[in-house]
């Protein structure tokens, strides 16, 4: 109010963001999507540092063991930039390479009130590019792009026709294995990621790499082992009585079943314990029983109370109630399930777990690191 009183210019962060990004870089890739975009974005930017170039970097999330951390400004005329779809804040930025990683409708039901809005939201985003890189399995997008523009998408997936296909992934306690074709040749890479999702945002963010002109040969000779992943993203924390404990990001029941998923596959034999802190009572109501089938591949999960999240204009008694009610489902299918707050939370709540991941969009790893302090 006293800044546009004076006659400062007051703007959005998405203008602000187009701002900066028109003014640093000839050249923008913007990743978007549901989920996906903080890691492709960061996959990005890291293959670029291989090449021995320094894009200008907007990062919605630090990442492990480099010295990335949100944004940066580079000597490359390329910036790579996260592409926010709340209240269809990708819209705004100057792209010439719009990248969407995955699709699906939950997330930001207050920005769109229907699958459909979001999927045209998407499709705008892409066909405004000069180049797009999207999910060859979306066919509805492919359509809706080409039927707004003559650009001819970069397609990625394990779909026949991908043009950045995953055709083979193996998993090990480092991280997996994947051989990907393209139209230039194969690619076999190592890397310390772990989990499917991982392999095609690393798919995303090669084609990103040929939607911009770099060579195949260099693409090639990238020592993909040396990749991180952002900050909470399925991170180990660290061990107590005999077990791992990992803070992740997952909100919603694609992200948490993704989590639970890999966890499985490092801990075959494991009991694995969650701890979920639900916010966003929009977002809970949009998913439904999702929530449900997602928590209940644990074998035990304790529930904090709710917390309002930035979207929310409302709530109603039905939402307030999320962990109780959820609980109350997860116990009729056989699931160990309480709710209890952070701050009455501790290990002995997981004895007899291998592993326990903390989940949710509001930072849990601050209390977990307080939880491990406390025993030193």
């Not at 992943?229 to 009585?241: M, N």
């Not at 992740?248 to 989590?259: E, F, K, L």
């Not at 309480?338 to 777990?353: H, I, K, S, T, Y």
Request: a negative charge; glycine letters at 8%.
């Amino acid at each position: 109010m006293n800044a546009r009183l004076i006659g400062i210019p007051v703007l959005a962060r998405p203008q602000a963001l187009a701002q900066l990004l028109a003014a640093t870089a000839a050249r923008v890739i913007a990743i978007a999507g549901v989920s996906g975009k903080t890691t492709t974005v960061a996959l990005t930017a890291q293959i670029y540092h291989q090449l021995g170039l320094s894009p200008t970097l907007y990062l919605g999330g630090e990442v492990l063991g480099r010295e990335i951390s949100y944004g940066e400004c580079g000597d490359l005329p390329i910036a790579v930039a996260e592409a926010c779809e709340v209240n269809r804040a990708m819209l705004a930025l100057p792209t010439s390479v719009a990248a969407v990683t995955s699709v699906y409708w939950g997330e930001h039901p207050t920005s769109y009130d229907s699958p459909e809005a979001l999927d045209l939201a998407f499709a705008q985003f892409a066909a405004g590019a000069e180049s797009a890189v999207l999910p060859s399995a979306n066919r509805e997008l492919l359509d809706r792009v080409r039927d707004r523009t003559d650009i001819r998408p970069i397609t990625f997936g394990v779909e026949a026709d991908a043009e950045v296909r995953l055709l083979e992934v193996s998993h090990r306690n480092e991280g997996f294995r994947a051989r990907y074709g393209t139209p230039r040749g194969e690619l076999t890479v190592r890397t310390r990621l772990h989990g499917v999702h991982n392999a095609m945002n690393l798919a995303v963010a090669i084609g990103c790499h040929l939607a911009t002109g770099s060579e195949f040969d260099a693409l090639a000779e990238v020592d993909y082992s040396t990749l991180c992943a952002p900050r909470r993203r399925i991170e180990f924390v660290g061990r107590h009585a005999g077990a791992d404990y990992y803070d992740d990001y997952g909100h919603n029941p694609v992200q948490i079943q993704t989590a639970v998923q890999v966890l499985r596959r490092r801990y075959p034999e494991g009991r694995i314990g969650a701890y979920f802190l639900p916010s966003g009572y929009e977002r809970l109501t949009a998913f439904g029983d999702g929530y449900v089938r997602a928590l209940a591949l644990f074998d035990l999960v304790y529930l904090a109370r709710s917390i309002t999240g930035f979207e929310d204009t409302a709530t109603t008694a039905d939402q307030s109630r999320f962990p109780e009610t959820t609980v109350d489902l997860l116990r009729t299918r056989g699931v160990a399930a309480e709710v209890r707050e952070r701050e009455d939370l501790g290990f002995d709540d997981f004895a007899g777990c291998s592993v326990v991941c903390f989940l949710g969009a509001s930072r849990l790893d601050g209390h977990l690191v307080a939880m491990f302090d406390r025993q030193r």
